[in-house]
């Protein structure tokens, strides 16, 4: 794992190289938002999925960089004071509260066309149907069908209160699921699994997407409880899979997921100790 | 050019229409800022340079909706609160007044992911190596080095006022002009055409993207000695063409950049009525 985030470090690094002709602080915003930050979660799992086949290590790079961008910019938008106005991110302060909104909007889209470029362009190894299928893909998990759409139900449901489970269920699948499903599905079509295979990894993946959203409202709590912060989402209103179920049933939603998760891998053998492990780091995760 | 604009609406009444995935409201505020929009000049481009070979019509369409998915995003964010705060766009309330900023960022994202996964689809007939480089360059046409880039040029300079006209040029190439370059060229590429013709379409287009801008600048200026609205531009303390050079010099530029971009098409035998009108309507239109 610590390979993988060094990798797409480096990658970042260069894809947000100075040209002559971008502006220096639009730039600066970008790499404030996207260098040094984050568990590298979403190119992990593009490894995991590349790792049911023979994938070199440029493709499983690029990929995750280009999927990182584009959490990225998620990020930076979803801070915004139209959004959660949220003034730290990772401990520092949120692009906009250290640039400016406005830059911190040109950033988020500026990254947002990146990702598509750095993944439509032919200066890595995978071969041209791939590369398209790849944009169409990060193009649906990012839009109006998944992470989009899923901020726009939470930012509704913040306002209104009335969400069922099943509504939540459906809003973390958009939001946050859509895109951990891509992560690992682009790393399986690297590898060049078949369709059954896919099949099977999207439910491991919906999943592992519940799980992620669930352990993070759990560590919202918790790190409220150790009084580092007061719970967040109780404060903006917002239901939790935690505030809906209560904190123990929500801990044992866990170990169902994961078990619903592990036997549609098992059904498909695909069972591997890396995917086994991805799943407990995502329910027994501090941060 | 009605023509063209009508199989546009369509496309993107079409690429916009409902499912069962996509947020309502995030839907009707997508399609607020993208349906009964505008003048489509950016599409008619694509046909000007498509015109230049033998295109289907299909593709034209294709590419110039999604070309226009990323100009219409580009005027939601840039009509935000914390960019140019514009309350109007059309005559009708812009589309933050109408949804909310929220709404209107992730409505903006939205699209932007819309227009690269449609140009990835193959449910259209170009092949794949030309949907790929019509992705890569929207990306970098819409992104830091192109569109994006020059709106953060703009915000800046709205603050320092120090431009000089050469720091201007270079500002509307990227603002306006990298788009406009692009529609240009995407067209000749559905056309087929090769580097040489398509590097003396890029003198056109670059020609054609300044005597957009600076029309637009003297229009402003028109606008607002008609009594109609107040010159925005000199309101905003921002820099144009015309505050920089005058009305009267500003005129003259608009003939020298026509015959610039003639004199480069008929060198390289591409001067079509077609794209010689193309240069009136952008420096005679009334809006």
């Given at each position: 794992?610590a ?5 797409i470090?480096?990658e ?7 040209t ?8 600066e915003?970008m790499?404030?938002?996207?260098l040094?930050?984050g568990?590298r ?9 590349a790792a049911l ?8 790079t690029?990929?995750g960089?280009?999927?990182e ?6 990020l ?8 959660d ?5 990772r ?16 950033a ?7 990702a598509?470029?750095v ?10 149907p791939l590369?398209?299928e790849?944009?169409v ?13 899923g ?14 489970e ?9 939001k946050?699921g859509?895109?951990i ?11 060049g699994?078949?369709?059954a295979?896919?099949?099977?990894l999207?439910?491991?993946a919906?999943a592992l997407g ?13 790190v ?9 989402d ?6 939790t899979?935690?505030?809906?179920l ?11 997921l994961?078990?619903?998760g ?7 053998k695909l069972?591997?100790n890396?995917?086994?492990q ?10």
């Open positions: 794992m390979r993988v985030a060094a990798d470090e480096r970042l690094d260069r894809l947000l190289s100075p002559d002709t971008v502006p220096p602080r639009l730039l915003a790499r404030y938002a996207c040094e930050a568990k979660f979403r190119p992990i799992l593009v490894h995991a999925g086949g023979h994938v070199d290590r440029a493709s499983i690029r990929v960089a280009a999927i961008l584009v959490h990225c910019y998620s930076v938008h979803d801070d915004l004071p139209a959004m106005d949220a003034e730290l991110r401990g520092k302060p949120s692009v906009h509260r250290q640039f400016g909104e406005a830059t911190a909007i040109l988020g889209d500026a990254l947002n066309a990146l598509m470029e993944l439509a362009r032919a200066d890595w190894p995978a071969a041209a590369r398209l790849l944009v893909g990060l193009g649906r998990a990012a839009g109006a069908a998944g992470m989009c759409g901020q726009m139900l939470d930012l509704e449901s913040s306002s209104e209160r009335l969400l069922s099943e509504e939540l269920v459906q809003l973390q699948r958009l946050t859509a895109l499903g891509f992560s690992l599905e682009a790393g399986a079509r690297l590898a699994l078949d369709a295979a896919l099949r099977a999207t439910v491991y919906d519940l799980a992620f959203q669930i352990r993070d409202d759990l560590l919202d709590l918790e409220g409880e150790t009084g580092k912060m007061a719970g967040r109780a404060a903006l209103g917002r239901k899979f935690v505030t809906l209560g904190a123990p049933a929500a801990r044992a939603r866990l170990i169902e994961r078990q619903q592990w036997s549609a891998l098992s059904r498909a069972e591997t890396l995917l086994g991805l799943f407990d780091f995502v329910i027994d995760r501090s941060s």
